[in-house]
Structure formats: structure tokens, C-alpha cells
């Protein structure tokens, strides 16, 4: 059974760091591409960043480039988002997604992907 877990969210201050992770379980396949959507309250989800496995190019929002880093350790089947110099406006819901065989060309529509994890709430406030 194919299994996206989200961890690592929680409440920070402005200008904190968090790092999230999304395990992934039951996949056939050593080759895909993980997502990183958020989603604020009343707004849509958003494309964060995208990795693919197996060969590590990686994709991220124009205006979060600089800030958030995408990395994998394929060995634990995991990826990472780590989150740095966090704005209030970071605060939402922060999910994972897959696709094979990689990241897809339009890797930040939500469409693409079919299989996702249940989210992990990030806020940030003083």
C-alpha cells in the first residue's frame, strides 16, 4: 500500500527554521519525484518544491527560492524540506505528493499528483 507521512511541523517564531519530512512506504518503483505543497487558510495549495530520486534536480516557487531546501536520502525513502528565516505568511498546511517517474514539467499543479499525505500544519508567530 502506497504511504506518504508528513512530520517535523509545528509553531515557530519569525525568522525560526523547521525541518519537514515525508517517508514514504510501499512504492514499487526507486524512481519518483516528491512534492512539497502548503496551503493557507482560504487560499489554494500551492507548489512548494519538487525532487526527483533518481537523479536529485530539483524545483521551487520563485518566491521561496533562497529560503526552503529540498533534499532526499534515498536509503530512507524520505525527503526533506528544511525551512529557514520562516514568515508568518509560511503558516499553512504542508503536504507531500508523488509521481513517477520523476518530478512532473509542470511539477506545481496540484493535478499531477495522485497520491498524497495528510499534511503537517507549520505556523509561524510571535
Known amino acids: 500500500q502506497l504511504k506518504l507521512v508528513e512530520s517535523g511541523g509545528g509553531l515557530v517564531q519569525p525568522g525560526g527554521s523547521l525541518r519537514l519530512s515525508c517517508a514514504a512506504s510501499g512504492f514499487t518503483s526507486d524512481y519518483y519525484g516528491i512534492v512539497w505543497f502548503r496551503q493557507a487558510p482560504g487560499k489554494e495549495r500551492e507548489g512548494v518544491s519538487c525532487i526527483s530520486t533518481s537523479d536529485g534536480n530539483t524545483y521551487y516557487a520563485d518566491s521561496l527560492k533562497g529560503r526552503f531546501t529540498i533534499s532526499r536520502d534515498n536509503a530512507k525513502n524520505t525527503v526533506y524540506l528544511q525551512m529557514n528565516s520562516l514568515k508568518p505568511e509560511d503558516t499553512a498546511v504542508y503536504y507531500c505528493?508523488?509521481?513517477?517517474?520523476?518530478?512532473?514539467?509542470?511539477?506545481?499543479?496540484?493535478?499531477?499528483?495522485?497520491?498524497w499525505g495528510q499534511g503537517t500544519q507549520v505556523t509561524v508567530s510571535s
Open positions: 505528493a508523488a509521481a513517477w517517474p520523476t518530478c512532473p514539467s509542470r511539477w506545481d499543479e496540484r493535478g499531477k499528483y495522485n497520491y
